[in-house]
């Protein structure tokens, strides 16, 4: 049982907000935090999205994902040590391979660690053009793009996992707004322990 003075010590802890380090809400904030959107001249984080949010959750396009664990992620190059969300873009990708000297066709399937924040998104055209350059498998990045096969079908696997914290700048997003909110509400509930406690030690 808690005594009232590890209550009140621990009154002093801050709130998670969306910009903590172990935070994935993603949204956000003034400034942004974490890494910024690097592709096609700044418009999209690695995954497509132009704003990161909580893996799992649908992408702010409205992509639901599915999730996948241990063998089931066998099919994608690199490790996934807690499983993955992974978000199936709506269409496939065309794009001119330079290495073949021909026009190609893949599925895109992005996904993101189960417990961090994901910069997943159907941004179709220019986002994915930019991940791919001339086509050629040699000059991809594939740390953020691999190639593959899912269900017997050519696809392109990106890896759109972003470190917790980060969010993009612009106004305070639900996720940081809900955190103030639970702080306000917290604050009132430890003034009425604080009240009790005080209360018991005139007793």
């Known amino acids: 049982m808690w ?3 590890s209550l009140l010590t621990a009154r ?4 998670n907000t969306n910009t903590s380090p172990n935070s994935n809400l993603g949204g956000t904030s003034r400034g942004g935090t974490g890494p910024k959107p690097t592709v096609a001249g700044g418009r999209f984080y690695g995954g497509g999205s132009r704003v990161p949010f909580r893996a799992g959750a649908r992408s702010p396009l ?3 994902p599915f999730f996948l664990v241990g063998a089931a992620l066998a099919f994608w190059p690199g490790v996934w040590l807690h499983g993955a969300h992974v978000y199936p873009y709506s ?3 065309r794009y001119f391979n330079q290495s073949s000297n021909s026009n190609e066709t893949a599925k895109v399937l992005c996904g ?3 417990f961090e924040v994901c910069g997943c998104d159907d941004n179709e055209g220019p986002f994915v ?4 350059g001339n086509g050629s498998y040699d000059g991809l990045n594939k740390s953020l793009i691999d190639v593959g096969e899912f269900e017997g079908k ?3 696997f990106i890896n759109g996992t972003l470190p917790n914290g980060t969010t993009a700048d612009g106004p305070e997003s639900a996720g940081a707004r809900f955190s103030a909110v639970s702080a306000t509400v917290a604050s009132a509930l430890w003034m009425t322990v604080f009240s009790l406690c005080a209360a018991l030690l005139l007793l």
């Not at 053009?129 to 791919?132: G, K, P, S, V």
């Open 62 to 64: 409205g992509i639901a």
């Open 154 to 156: 050519k696809t392109l």
């Open 112 to 114: 993101c660690d189960r």
């Open 129 to 132: 053009d930019a991940l791919i």
């Open 3 to 5: 005594s009232c003075n």
């Open 12 to 15: 002093h802890r801050r709130p």
């Open 91 to 93: 269409r496939d990708h």
